[in-house]
Nanobody, 115 residues
C-alpha cells in the first residue's frame, strides 16, 4: 500500500553535513505529518525531527539547531538536512508517518559520523 524509502546516508566527518531523503508512495503523503527517526546500536529508536502536514516542525533536543526537516508535497518527499554532525549522530535513520500504521518501517539509511 504505502511505502517509504530512505536514501542519502553515508560516511561523513564530524562537523560535516548530509541531506537525507524520504520518498513516499501513495496519495496520502500531503495529508499527514512525517518524522525522521534514528536508532543506534544498543539504543532505542527515537524521533529526532517531525513536520506536520501544514509545515510546523519539532526537534529532539539533541539535534535542535543542527537538523532541519522539510517536505515537498508535490514530490511526496520529506528531507532531513543534517549539519554540524557529531559522532553521536551515528545511527540508522528511518522515515515514517507520525500517525503510525500507514507504512511499515523500511530499511532505513545508515549515517556514520567518524574521522
Amino acid at each position: 500500500q504505502v511505502q517509504v524509502v530512505e536514501s542519502g546516508g553515508g560516511l561523513v566527518q564530524p562537523g560535516g553535513s548530509l541531506r537525507l531523503s524520504c520518498a513516499a508512495s501513495g496519495s496520502i503523503f500531503s495529508f499527514y505529518g512525517m518524522g525522521w527517526y534514528r536508532q543506534a546500536p544498543g539504543k532505542q529508536r527515537e524521533l529526532v525531527a517531525a513536520i506536520t502536514s501544514s509545515g510546523s516542525t519539532n526537534y529532539a533536543d539533541s539535534v535542535l539547531g543542527r537538523f532541519t526537516i522539510s517536505r515537498d508535497n508535490a514530490k511526496n518527499t520529506a528531507y532531513l538536512q543534517m549539519n554540524s554532525l557529531k559522532p553521536e549522530d551515528t545511527a540508522v535513520y528511518y522515515c515514517n508517518f507520525l500517525r503510525r500504521g500507514f507504512a511499515d518501517w523500511g530499511q532505513g539509511t545508515q549515517v556514520t559520523v567518524s574521522s
